[in-house]
C-alpha cells in the first residue's frame, strides 16, 4: 500500500555536469539548491543580487546581467545617511556610497560574464505580491526596512508577469541562445496576509510559469512547490519557523533534483567534493597530535579526486588542510 501521492517528475531533461554552468535566482529555495550544488564544487553561480522574490524583480536583475549594466549613484537611494540599493538584497547598503556603487560593480561585472556562457538558469518565483516606490513607481526588490509608507503593495496578476518575462526571455535568447530555462515556484509560504492569500500569490506563478513553458527558450518546469504541498504534507519538514523547508525536506528535494539533472556518474563526483569540503567546517579541537592524521586523510582524498576529476577545483580545500599540517 502506498502512503505518498507521488508528484511526477519530468520525463526529460539536460544533463548537469562539471562542465554546465549554472544560475539560479529568485527565492531562497532556489540558495538552498544552489548551496548544494556549490558544495559538491559542481560550476554554480546563485542570486548575485542576493535572495529575490517576486518575478519583476528577477527579471530586472537578469535583465541587467545581459546589458552589462553600469551603476552609479543614480541607481543608490538615500534614507538617513545609509545607501542602498532598492534592486537588490537588504545586503546591498553601505554609509559609503562609492563603495556601495563598487560593490555592486563587482556583483554585476561577474553576472553578466556568467549568464553568457551558462548552460542553465533556474528560475524560482516567491510570491506574486509587489512593491513600488511611490515616488518614481518602480517595482523594488526589497523594502530595506524602510517605511511601509513609501511604497504601495500590490498583487501581479499572471498574466502580467509572463508578459515581463516573455520579453526578457526574448532578450535572454539573444545573448546567449543555447541556455536551457528552468522555472520553479518555492514551497516557501508567505502568510502575513493568511492561508488563502498565500495560496491566491501562488497560483499567479504557477499560472504564470506555465504560460512560459511555451518559449522556446524554457526546457521545464520543476515542481518543487507541488513536492511539498503533496509528498511532503507533514510539518516535520518544515523549520520551526513553519514556514520555510526544513533540511530533511531541502535534502528530500535535492534527491528528485538530481535525480533528474544529475547522472549517476556526476552525482558520485559530488558526493566525493561535498565531503571534501563539508570536512573544512569541521571543528577541530587539540594540538598537531590531533589535526595531523585528519588532515592527512582530507589531503589523501583530494590527491586521488585531483587525480581521477582535475576538473573539479579543491585547491582552496588543499590549501586549507595543508595549513593545518
Known amino acids: 500500500m502506498d502512503f505518498v501521492t507521488g ?3 519530468p520525463a526529460t531533461a539536460s544533463e548537469i555536469t562539471y562542465d554546465t554552468p549554472v544560475l539560479f535566482l529568485g ?10 550544488m556549490a558544495a ?8 548575485p543580487h542576493g535572495t529575490l522574490f517576486n518575478p519583476f524583480s528577477v527579471a530586472g536583475a537578469l535583465d541587467r546581467f545581459i546589458a552589462g549594466h553600469v551603476y552609479t549613484a543614480n541607481d543608490i537611494y538615500l534614507h538617513q545617511n545609509r545607501y542602498m540599493s532598492l534592486d537588490h538584497h537588504t545586503a546591498f547598503s553601505s554609509y559609503d556610497r562609492d563603495v556601495l556603487i563598487e560593490r ?41 526596512k524602510l517605511p511601509s509608507s513609501l511604497f504601495v503593495r500590490r498583487q501581479a496578476s499572471w498574466s502580467e508577469i509572463a508578459a515581463r518575462w516573455r520579453e526578457t526571455l526574448d532578450r535572454l535568447a539573444e545573448t ?14 508567505h502568510l502575513s496576509d493568511g492561508a488563502h492569500a498565500n495560496q491566491l500569490s501562488k497560483s499567479h506563478l504557477l499560472l504564470a510559469a506555465e504560460e512560459l513553458l511555451a ?19 507533514d510539518y516535520r519538514y518544515y523549520a520551526a519557523d513553519m514556514v520555510h523547508p526544513s533540511e530533511t525536506g531541502i535534502d528530500f528535494i535535492w534527491e528528485k533534483f538530481s535525480s533528474i539533472f544529475i547522472s549517476a556518474h556526476t552525482l558520485r563526483l559530488w558526493n566525493e567534493a561535498s565531503r571534501i569540503t563539508r570536512a573544512t567546517a569541521h571543528r577541530i ?25 582535475p576538473f573539479i577545483d579543491l585547491d582552496q580545500e588543499e ?3 595543508k595549513e593545518l599540517l
Open 40 to 47: 559538491g564544487k559542481l560550476p554554480v553561480m546563485t542570486n
Open 215 to 233: 518559449h522556446p527558450s524554457v526546457e521545464g518546469y520543476f515542481p518543487a512547490y507541488e513536492i511539498f504541498m503533496d509528498e511532503l504534507r
Open 285 to 309: 579541537s587539540g594540538g598537531k597530535r590531533e589535526t595531523t592524521p585528519f588532515a592527512n586523510a582530507i589531503l589523501e582524498k583530494i590527491h586521488d579526486l585531483k587525480s581521477r576529476a
Open 27 to 36: 527565492s531562497c529555495f532556489a540558495n538552498e539548491i544552489g548551496y548544494r
Open 104 to 144: 555592486l560593480n563587482q556583483v554585476s561585472r561577474s553576472a553578466s560574464e556568467y549568464i553568457r556562457k551558462a548552460s542553465f538558469l533556474f528560475v524560482t518565483f516567491g510570491t506574486s505580491y509587489i512593491y513600488t516606490l511611490r515616488e518614481s513607481g518602480a517595482i523594488v526588490a526589497n523594502c530595506h
Open 176 to 189: 546567449n541562445p543555447s541556455i536551457r530555462v528552468w522555472f520553479t515556484v518555492s514551497p516557501v509560504r
Open 319 to 321: 590549501k586549507y588542510f
Open 7 to 9: 508528484v511526477q517528475l
